[in-house]
């Protein structure tokens, strides 16, 4: 299994109703995504100063599961209008679990 | 519950080695945490150019939990000896699951 892990540095124009909206469009795409186990995203909950923005973490029965995900027509749009505009930073890895 | 995420661009004294035996004493530590609920590590799987180097992803009951895990002297020893030398970038989230 693969786990995605995608974490986000917002610029000044992210705010918590575009967070919330972003959650809720991954959440809402989850069941079309073949080989997905999990989905869980969330802004930072603020415990230790200097943490980036926003996390996203998602399981996937292998690779080709994986790149379904990232290559999705309704990701990329979710991408196009919501994280991309208001992301300044943004790391990833996907590693075997 | 909080899930910790960490993300790791390593510098060049990193090896698959010295990679590998931070994920072994993570395992190790985790037994002795308390209110962790999963605790999975392990480098990035090349499947996309420009990734961070490795994730650790750790599951916790509150965030009492997550600031004695991020506090412990065993933990604080292995950013010492292993993890330490051989970052050259960090970013972490942890959000509400």
Redesign the interface.
């Known amino acids: 299994m ?2 995605h ?1 995608t ?1 986000f ?1 917002w610029n000044s124009s992210a705010t918590p109703e575009t967070e919330q909206q972003f959650a809720a469009e991954l959440a809402e795409l989850r069941p079309r995504l073949q080989g997905n186990r999990a989905l ?6 603020g ?2 100063e200097g ?5 996203v ?1 998602a399981d996937f029965d292998d ?1 080709d599961s ?2 379904g995900y ?1 290559n999705h027509p309704e990701h990329q749009d979710i991408i196009r209008r919501l994280s991309g505009p208001m992301t300044s ?1 943004r ?7």
Chains 1, 2 share one sequence.
């Open positions: 693969i786990r892990v974490l540095r869980l995203a969330g802004p930072d909950a415990l230790i943490n980036y923005d926003f996390a973490v690779a994986y790149l990232r930073e790391h990833s890895v996907q590693f075997e679990i």
